[in-house]
Every structure is written in structure tokens, then in C-alpha cells.
């Protein structure tokens, strides 16, 4: 699970939101809230603006370099106002520019468990014109804040034992590309070069610059601090957060295995705002409670590092009860072995009484476990007993505990105590130990009769009363518990961020909690998923449009294809549905100029903006945006689909056909040019050109990240070009990609990324599989590719997927039965997952709407939610009624096999149609 989610649930019921649209900028008593300091008139001569959640204070007047070394200052919730009052009244006389977090909220977000490890910490920020004014800050601004405490900040280096902290960065917005090919803020090094402004939690001085005098002696103390003398050798981390990390290692006076378990001051909050150092004692005590019980693990050693506390205990045999699924779940295939789904029935009967009995043994001790999934329970290796983990948010059952951190897929309601808190969590286990899909109930939880119904229908073994209990359990006895997360901010943000939304059905949904239409009810699913979309939209808004993934908010203002605008009305225009010209009035709007740091790749940033925007005509703003690009050193991007040059050669040739532009055509020529050196480098390494700044070569694999893209973009240029030289070139990067596939235990080829296989459209071997589709037409007697086509077919005919977005999900699967021409697929094989895109489905204001990565809110967008099942949807469609098939960007239904030879008279290429132009030198 990726833990970066949790915090997006917070600000909205139904979808991922920025956290920094969490206020406090009224109070209980409708007073202005926040923080006093905050509330300061501007002083004389300076301005304020606000971005993000930092409020930024500059003298209007002055020069300021762009990048130095910058000061934090660290604060918790209660000495805040204090801390960012000296800040103040030390800067402003002295025409010092400083920002700070206005809000209290905000703060908390920033130092909860789960935020950024690389944000922690700072509250408020100065910047020194110079060496000697950084040191006369810290002298003096460090004396007036002695002994005000803060969370630790990771990224920089300490100054003395207060607040105050260093590190070296930029000061204003600059960007460049990283070794990913992505767009990312950046300073200059000792060249004058702009490299990424990195934010790894642990302090570095940049190449080329020198740290000052004044810090060494810092530094050293930094470097001062060992474990040598601890009687454990600490062997590997195991996990990380905000509040601390969790390492594996040994006892050396005894030779037994055991965990450290390490907990950062003022840092990692929960929803009561206990830091990490204060939840490791609850965990503590909770297990000396528990001594003797042979479902928890024993306590060795308690001891303080450098300020920070740890928790030595024993480590428990086994693996997580979570680790199973993947190598055992019998829905991970196209043909269920029947055999296999009565071994997982009676596996998961008794995964679910060993854990009852392990949590009924702590009940009995008085202890309210509070914060019972999957990943918390280790399964021992003869898989005959289990024990529970991590006991931070375990108390005594007569405090009458609340949830202070939970898995959003096993958060009990509000009106779950005690004890009745863990048998929540139980019934959830129910239904996550056959369809893991107990995170859409964050977002509605009469979505668990429906989940019970897809769970018998795939398990026909299960007793019937096993999987009605647990709905009973989860819906509970009182379906009206409140309003909306949104009322419920008023109150304490932070008990949201635990417990969740208080949940009501929505009132126009049904009461089985499943989707109000099923998406292979075309054209009726398409009304509903596009109504969903249309209510789902904020015009007023500037950071999106249309509600859709996280990535959204780092990634130019939801204007892209992915997670945007742009993706969204490319869907609705390709499979016929509503208009949307308010959708092209916002983005024509908010591309006049588009948001700054706007990335330069096709699924990511303004070339595939440009590619809809002149698909709909607006072929003025589209060159306007194109230019834009190729005034930026767009040479250094990397070389996928998603976000490098594979996707902006394939964006300015269509461009070029589009507008009449056909200067171009030389640009993307180049792009094609500068891919081919790229992809003939060993993965890793660095394939430059003159002045180019090539990226490394990147080791995914996949139509969006792999060479797959690469191959992509050739097809499109040899159809217009006929040089035959690009198609050796396609079959050159499709087996590169192919080589980083491996078979899964039942011959199907996935892509093979070390700690799993993918079989994704996105970033698996389905999408590789697709860009096969379009060699074969044109190469139909290579017999290895017509191989490895079949052999990836079963990932696309799976039974189960953990999500249903396009990208990293089952309509992804979808989308490519509906448009391979590999033979064999069926119409059965397209009904088959259409039914399974419905078990998703959810109703948003009375129509059809899809969740989101991880699935704890909907989502909108292209990439990962809504938009992506209608396109998916809609194909399957097609293909039923021999309609032209809708499909994404550059990805038209391919053809009938021909001769090696470019086809005559114009091909589809992109968006629309495209002819067939001169052929150029070869490559």
C-alpha cells in the first residue's frame, strides 16, 4: 500500500485532495483562526503571497539570489506561534525574506506518520543573502530560540541543539530534467548547470559547492553518532515513516533474531497528536500487558539514541498475512483451477479463526488491539499459527480507546468502541481474505454487500452465514452516523485522518451498495459514467478540473493527459459521450500560460494537452504550448512514452500533420534520432549527444516507461515515413523490453520488476503486448512476437486485479482484448471483464464512478479512474456493435497483417487521422 495516499483522503469524502485545502481559517466561534502570527498586517514595503501551505513575506525591494543555503526552523503545534513570532520580528527589520505554515492544520499534516520523510520537520523558512549573513542568522535567531523543540529535519543539517536547521537549496522556481526524464526543481552547480534540487531525507552538500566554515563542526557532530557500541547489529530496514524506521538485525550476546523499532521526538503524529516516541510507549506497555502470549512478540531492550527512543523485541518467524496473496490467490488466473479455489476457501476459513482466536487472547487481557489488517499479522511458516504486530495504537480497553491510526480498508466507524473496534476490523478480514478490495468501504461501506455477494459467487464453498456476519458487522446497526468528512473538519482534522468520513450512503445510491448500471450496459453505462464525471467537476478551481489521482497536484495543475483535463475530454470525445465545453474553456484558460514546473511529456504535461486541444480545433493555443516546449532543453528528457521523448516525437509529428506546421516534423525526426543512440546504451548507463544531457537509460519495462513507448513512436514514423530502417528499430526496443519479462508459474510473461511481476497496459507486459500488435502488421512472419503475444494474452484474461484503472488495472485488460489481434480472444473474454470492471463500480451522485489508485477515494481521471473504464468500457462496445473503436493517443485498432512495406493512402496515427508523408533520410 502506498502510504503517500492517506493523507489526499483527508480533505474530501469521495476524492483525493491536495492537503493544503484543509483550513484553519475559522474557528468553532466563526473567529479568523490559525496562528496569530498569521494574522499580522503586512509590514510596510513587503509583500505576502501564499502558496501551498506556506505563507511567503519578501521585501519588495532588493536583490535575492536564487539559490544558497537556506535556514528551517522546526516547531511543534504548541510552540509554533512562538517560533514563527521570533521569526518575524527578527527578519523584517532587517530585510530578511522568510515564509512559514500558517495554520495549525497544516503543520500537523506535515509532521503526521505518513508524511513526506523530506518535509518533516520545517516550519518556517529563511533566506540569507550570503555565507556571513547565514551565520550571523543562526547566531543570533538560534540564541532568541533556544530551547524551543521541533521534529527532527532529515534533509538538513542541525545547528547546536535548538531549532534551527541548514541545507543547501534553491530559493526561487527553477526547474530541470532529473535522470528520470522528469521535470523537478533544480539550483546550479559548480558549472552553472541546473541539476535537481534533491530532498532525500539525509543531509548532502551538492557538488561544487562548499559548506561553510561555520558548519563544519555541525557536520562532524552529525557524523559522531554510532551504533558500534549497541549489543545489536542492525542488519537491514525493513520500514520507514515520518515517526521513525523499523530495522532487522541480531542479538549479538544470544544469536536470536530481533526487530528495532525507532521513534523520531515531536514527529510522526497520530490522529490525537501523539508523536512516534509516545505511541512507542503505548506499544511498550501494551506488550508488557501481554507478556507470555504466544500471539505477540516479547520485549528485549528499551533504550534512547541520540534523542531518539527505541523498542528492541523478538522477532517473529514468518511472513505477513498480506504477502500470500500474491503467489497463492486462485483469481490470479484466466481459468480458476476449481481444486485450487476450495484450498484457498478452507485456507482463509482458518487464516480468520487463528487471527479471532490471536485477537480474542489479547481481548481477554484488557488490550483493544486497535489497528488489526493484513499486513499486522504474521503468518507463521507451517501457516498453523499467526501473531499479531505493531501495538502503537493497542490501549487498555477500560480507556475506552479511539482509532489514532489505521489501514484505510479496516478503519472501524465512529460508532465502533472498545473492543467492538477490532471485530470491525475482523469482518473487513472476512471479505479482504477473498477479494481484497475492503478500501472501498472509506469511501462507502455498503459497498460490503456487494463485496460479500463477488466473494460467494467466486468461492461457492464459503457458509453462507460466514460472509452475511460480516456484512452485518461492517454496516452495523446505524446507517445515518453523520455528515460528510467536509462537515466533520470543523472538529479535529486529525481524528478524520484515523478514523476516516463518517459513513452515510449517499442518497442516490443503491442500497446494495453496487454500481447503479453495469458498465457492459452500453450505451447506458456511458450516460452514467459521464454524468458522473460532468458533477464531478470544479471549474472554479485552478489546481484541477476534474478530481482525479494524487499525481495531479505535482504534474502542472491537472491539465495533462493522465491525471487532467486533458485525458478526461479525450474519453468523453472518443467514446461519442456528453460535450464538454466548459471542460475546454478551463483548460484553454489555465494554459494561457500553463502552471509553472508544467512537465514537457506526452501523459504528463503540455505536448499531450497541445495534441487534444488541437483535436478540438484549437490549434493556436496548441503551437503556443508546442513552442513552449521546444524552448526548453526538452533534448534531456528520458525516453518513454509517459513523460520523454518517445511521447513528445510521437505529440510534434502529429502536430505538424494537425496544424500544417511541418517544421515539426525535423524536431520530432530528432526526437527519433536521439531515442535510437538512447536505446542502444546498456540499461544504466548514460547514451549522450552533443549538448543533449542525456538521461541514464532507464531498466523499466512497459508502454508508458519501457522501450515499448520507444517502439511505439517508430511504427507511427515508419506508416508515415516508410523507412525500413525504424521498423528494425521497433522490433530492436520491443525486444529489449521483451528480455525484461519472466514467466509466471503458469507460463504467462510479465514484466519482471524484481519484487514482482507486472501484467499491466501501463507498466506490464499487456502494454508491450499491444505494441506488438502493431509490429505484427507489418512483420506478421515474426514468429518470436507472435510468440510472446499469445504467451502474454492470460495476463489480460485474469479473473482477479487489485484495481480497475486503465493504466494499472482491469480496464487496462479490457481495452487491450478489445483492440489485439492476437487470435483467439473472444467475446466471452471482453464479457468477462467487463462484469469483473463492475465489481468497482460505485455511485457517485446517482451515477456510475470508478476509485482511484490504492482505492480509498474515486477518481476521474484517464490514468486511473473513471475516464479510463468509460474509454475501456466503450471499446468492448465497439468490437460488440462494429463500431470504430475508441483507444488511446497514437493507439488506433491495428490492421489486418500486410507486407513489410508502409501502408498507402494514410494511416490513423494519433488523435485523429493522418496521412502518409515523404520518406526522410534513414536513420
Known amino acids: 500500500m502506498d502510504k503517500r495516499y492517506e493523507i489526499f483522503c483527508l480533505a474530501d469524502r469521495y476524492f483525493y485532495d491536495t492537503p493544503d485545502r484543509l483550513s484553519d481559517s475559522v474557528d468553532h466561534a466563526g473567529e479568523p483562526a490559525g496562528f496569530p502570527v498569521a494574522r499580522r498586517p503586512v509590514p510596510a514595503g513587503w509583500r505576502q503571497t501564499r502558496s501551498g501551505d506556506w505563507l511567503e513575506l519578501r521585501p519588495l525591494e532588493g536583490e535575492f539570489p536564487l539559490q544558497g543555503w537556506k535556514i528551517h526552523a522546526s516547531a511543534c503545534l504548541d510552540n509554533a506561534d512562538t517560533v514563527g513570532t521570533a521569526v518575524w520580528d527578527y527578519c523584517v527589520p532587517r530585510g530578511i525574506p522568510f515564509k512559514f505554515v500558517p495554520e495549525r492544520t497544516q503543520l500537523y499534516l506535515r509532521n503526521a506518520k505518513y508524511a513526506g520523510r523530506g518535509t518533516s520537520g520545517k516550519f518556517a523558512t529563511v533566506y540569507p543573502a550570503d555565507d556571513t549573513q547565514l551565520e550571523s542568522i543562526l547566531n543570533e535567531l538560534g540564541g532568541i530560540l533556544h530551547g524551543q523543540e521541533g521534529p527532527y529535519i532529515l534533509t538538513d543539517l542541525r545547528w547546536h541543539k535548538g531549532p534551527l536547521y541548514v541545507r543547501y537549496g534553491g530559493f526561487a522556481p527553477r526547474f530541470c530534467v532529473d535522470e528520470k526524464g522528469q521535470l523537478v526543481p533544480a539550483v546550479e552547480d559548480g558549472t552553472g548547470r541546473l541539476v535537481p534540487d534533491r530532498k532525500d531525507p539525509a543531509f548532502r552538500v551538492p557538488d561544487g559547492v562548499e559548506l561553510p566554515a561555520c558548519l563544519r563542526p555541525h557536520l562532524e557532530a552529525r557524523s559522531s553518532t554510532s551504533v558500534g557500541e549497541l549489543p545489536y547489529r542492525i542488519e537491514r530496514a525493513l520500514h520507514f515513516s515520518n515517526g521513525g524506521g523499523v530495522y532487522g538485525g541480531t542479538d549479538l550476546r544470544d544469536g536470536q533474531r530481533v526487530v528495532l523499532k525507532e521513534a523520531r521526538p515531536h514527529a510522526g503524529l497520530a490522529a490525537d497528536g501523539a508523536d512516534a516516541v509516545a505511541r512507542l510507549e503505548r506499544e511498550k506497555a501494551a506488550l508488557e500487558q501481554l507478556a507470555g502470549l504466544p500471539v505477540v512478540p516479547g520485549v528485549r531492550d528499551w533504550f534512547e539514541l541520540d534523542g531518539h527512543r527505541f523498542l528492541v523485541m523478538d522477532e517473529l518467524p514468518g511472513q505477513t498475512l498480506n504477502a500470500f496473496f500474491a503467489k497463492r490467490h486462485p483469481l490470479l488466473s484466466s481459468d480458476p483451477d476449481p481444486d485450487a479455489v476450495a484450498r484457498h476457501t478452507e485456507w482463509a476459513l482458518r487464516m480468520h479463526r487463528l487471527v479471532e482466536e490471536a485477537v480474542e487472547a489479547v481481548h481477554a487481557r484488557g488490550i483493544v488491539f486497535n489497528d488489526l489488517h493484513m499486513f499486522n499479522i504474521m503468518v507463521a511458516p507451517d501457516e498453523r499459527s499467526v501473531a499479531l504486530l505493531d501495538f502503537e495504537a493497542a490501549a487498555p480497553a477500560a480507556e475506552n480507546p479511539r482509532q489514532i491510526v489505521a489501514h484505510p480498508g479496516f478503519i472501524a466507524p465512529r460508532d465502533r468502541e472498545r ?244 517544421g515539426l516534423r525535423a524536431h520530432a525526426w530528432e526526437a527519433a534520432h536521439l531515442l535510437s543512440r538512447r536505446l542502444t546504451a546498456e540499461p544504466g548507463e548514460t547514451a549522450g549527444s552533443p549538448g543533449a544531457g542525456a538521461a541514464p537509460v532507464p531498466r523499466r519495462a512497459g508502454l508508458l516507461h519501457g522501450a515499448s513507448g520507444a517502439a511505439l513512436f517508430y511504427l507511427r514514423l515508419y506508416e508515415r515515413r516508410g523507412d525500413p530502417a525504424l521498423l528494425d528499430l521497433a522490433e530492436s526496443a520491443l525486444g529489449r523490453d521483451l528480455a525484461l519479462c519472466v514467466r509466471d508459474s503458469s507460463g504467462t510473461l510479465q514484466v519482471d520488476e524484481g519484487s514482482r511481476t507486472m501484467p499491466y497496459l501501463g507498466a506490464g507486459s499487456v502494454g508491450i503486448a499491444a505494441v506488438l500488435d502493431d509490429f505484427l502488421v507489418h512483420r506478421p512472419d515474426h514468429a518470436a512476437f507472435a510468440q510472446a503475444r499469445l504467451d502474454i494474452l492470460p495476463a489480460a484474461r485474469m479473473r482477479y486485479y487489485a484495481q480497475p484503472g486503465l493504466f494499472q488495472g482491469r480496464a487496462g485488460m479490457l481495452l487491450h482484448l478489445s483492440r489485439t489481434t492476437a487470435p483467439g480472444v473472444t467475446e466471452d473474454d471482453r464479457a468477462a471483464q467487463l462484469d469483473g470492471l463492475g465489481w468497482y463500480g460505485m455511485a457517485y451522485q446517482g451515477a456510475l464512478a470508478f476509485p482511484g489508485d490504492q482505492m480509498m477515494r474515486l477518481s476521474m481521471d484517464l490514468a486511473t479512474g473513471t475516464a479510463g473504464c468509460l474509454l475501456a468500457a466503450g471499446a468492448a462496445a465497439a468490437v460488440r456493435d462494429a463500431r470504430p473503436l475508441p483507444g488511446l493517443p497514437f493507439m488506433p485498432p491495428p490492421r489486418a497483417s500486410s507486407p513489410s512495406q508502409p501502408p498507402h493512402g494514410g494511416t490513423q496515427t494519433g488523435l485523429r487521422g493522418g496521412g502518409r508523408t515523404e520518406a526522410p533520410p534513414s536513420l
Do not use: N
Open 419 to 662: 473492543f467492538d473496534i477490532d471485530r470491525y476490523a475482523l469482518a473487513c478480514l472476512r471479505l479482504a481474505l477473498l477479494i481484497p478490495m475492503t478500501t472501498l468501504l472509506a469511501v462507502d461501506r455498503s459497498k460490503a454487500a456487494d463485496l460479500a455477494r463477488i466473494a460467494a459467487e467466486q468461492f461457492p464453498g464459503l457458509p453462507e452465514e460466514w460472509l452475511s456476519e460480516a456484512v452485518a458487522t461492517i454496516e452495523g446497526p446505524h446507517q445515518d452516523l453523520g455528515e460528510g468528512r467536509q462537515q466533520d473538519l470543523g472538529d479535529d482534522p486529525r481524528q478524520d485522518l484515523a478514523e476516516g468520513p463518517r459513513q452515510t450512503r449517499p442518497p442516490s445510491s443503491p442500497a446494495s451498495g453496487g454500481p447503479p448500471v453495469a458498465p457492459a450496459d452500453w450505451p447506458a453505462a456511458r450516460e452514467s459514467m459521464a454524468a458522473a464525471i460532468l458533477a464531478s467537476a470544479t471549474p472554479q478551481r485552478d489546481d484541477r478540473l476534474f478530481p482525479g489521482d494524487i499525481a495531479q497536484f505535482a504534474d502542472g495543475g491537472g491539465i495533462g493527459l493522465a491525471h487532467g483535463a486533458a485525458g478526461v475530454l479525450h474519453a468523453l470525445a472518443e467514446t461519442g459521450a456528453a460535450t464538454c465545453p466548459e471542460g475546454e474553456e478551463w483548460l484553454l484558460r489555465h494554459t494561457e500560460p500553463p502552471p509553472r514546473g508544467t512537465p514537457l511529456g506526452l501523459y504528463d504535461g503540455l505536448p499531450g494537452v497541445s495534441c487534444v486541444l488541437a483535436r478540438f480545433g484549437h490549434t493556436k493555443r496548441a503551437l503556443e504550448l508546442t513552442e513552449r516546449v521546444l524552448d526548453e532543453k526538452w533534448r534531456r528528457l528520458g525516453t518513454s512514452l509517459y513523460g520523454g521523448l518517445a511521447g513528445l516525437g510521437l505529440a510534434l509529428d502529429q502536430l505538424a500533420e494537425d496544424t500544417g506546421e511541418l
